[in-house]
């Protein structure tokens, strides 16, 4: 995650500010792949029409009646709105 503080480059922007500049996001993830053990590498740009603003993802770890952490990828894309 990224917060957008007072030394985040986001800081103070606005959906407009952003489309001024023809601004993009580009993200870019490195992991395991534990079964090949591999290392495997994604990467994504996000435009303006991906970005939803005084939103976030829902959390996806979960906890079972026995306490265990598990991740359930039914919320994966789904934001809700950032309480102040």
């Not at 996806?60 to 789904?78: A, M, P, R």
């Amino acid at each position: 995650m990224h917060p957008i503080d007072e030394n985040s480059p986001l800081n103070g922007e606005t959906i407009e500010s952003l489309a001024e500049k023809n601004a993009e996001i580009g993200v870019m993830l490195t992991g395991l792949d534990e079964t090949f053990s591999q290392t495997i590498h994604a990467r994504h740009v996000y435009t303006l029409v991906n970005i939803v603003p005084n939103h976030r993802f829902v959390d996806i770890f979960s906890h079972n009646y026995q306490g265990e952490t598990y991740i359930d990828l039914t919320y994966f894309h789904d934001v809700v709105p950032v309480k102040n």
